[in-house]
């Protein structure tokens, strides 16, 4: 499979401390690929130099075969926090990601369009004039996806996506962006400190190691999914990964 994001050789340090230290590994296209490691070992740095919100200090960052700060387009972010106006309406926020995104160049009912089409693909079609407030956590966390799916992106950065939300609604959500993954055939990169949910989601984990950071170890997941995490060889990744990361917080 061909590589989508490069990063080669790169390193960071912020005020004389090194952050990565020479990191490089692939990202291939269409893959879910979850990174884990300690806390502060540079996992949303990863998802800021990918995006080129942060630039290195040496090294190469590649999307798409282009340096990153000429692949802005590729790519569309989902944070922890959904992010969303609270005096726009859901569909109204799936519109405004657009607008931003693609200014003039497309009609304001293109984007109408294309906002209520996503807002039924993630389930909200009958809730799509719902004000944020309205809306649950894992319902506002859906129209954040929703808007980063409008702007058409190839990649999509994730940074903890469901870390706020209750475990119920977290589980859901997992399964969900397991399925939007497979109908939409993104590539998603997806940050989390928690070793389950990599193990449910991922292609492919890459564990970071403390700082400073290198790849320690690229875990292929070639169980089909849904997974049982009860499964004898997941329990046994399950036991692997945490050593790996070595940290008690992680779970
Ligand atoms: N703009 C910045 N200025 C100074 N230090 C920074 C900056 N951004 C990140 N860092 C430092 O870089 C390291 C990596 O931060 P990052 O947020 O990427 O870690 P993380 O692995 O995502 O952590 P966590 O799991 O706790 O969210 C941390 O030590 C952090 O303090």
Redesign the pocket.
């Known amino acids: 499979m061909n590589a989508i994001v490069e990063l080669k050789d790169i390193s960071?340090s912020?005020?004389g401390?090194t952050?990565y230290d020479r990191l490089s590994f692939d990202i291939r296209d269409g893959e879910f690929l979850c990174i884990v490691?300690?806390?502060?070992?540079?996992?949303?740095?990863?998802?800021?130099v990918i995006g080129d919100l942060?630039k290195v200090d040496s090294g190469k960052v590649l999307v798409g075969s282009r340096p990153a700060d000429q692949a802005w387009d590729e790519i569309a972010y989902v944070f922890q926090s959904p992010r969303l106006l609270p005096w726009r309406n859901a569909e109204e926020n799936v519109v405004l990601g657009q607008q931003l995104r693609f200014g003039r160049s497309r009609s304001r009912a293109e984007m109408l369009e294309r906002a209520r089409s996503l807002l039924e693909l993630v389930g909200l079609g009958k809730d799509r004039l719902k004000m944020p407030a309205m809306l649950s956590g894992g319902e506002r966390q859906r129209v954040s996806i929703a808007r980063a799916l409008a702007v058409e992106p190839r990649i999509i950065l994730m940074?903890?996506p469901f870390s706020a939300l209750d475990v119920m609604t977290r589980h859901r959500m997992r399964a969900e962006i397991v399925d939007l993954w497979r109908k939409t055939g993104k590539t998603i990169i997806f940050?989390t400190?928690e070793v389950d949910e990599a193990i449910e989601l991922a292609d492919r984990i890459v564990v970071?190691s403390s700082?400073p950071?290198k790849v320690r170890s690229i875990i292929e997941v070639p169980q089909d999914r849904p997974r049982n995490l009860e499964d004898p060889a997941l329990r046994a990744m399950h036991d692997q990964l945490r050593k790996l990361i070595g940290d008690p917080s992680v779970h």
């Open positions: 960071i912020f005020s401390e952050v490691g300690q806390s502060g070992c540079g996992k949303s740095t990863l998802l800021r942060l940074d903890e940050v400190h970071l700082k950071t």
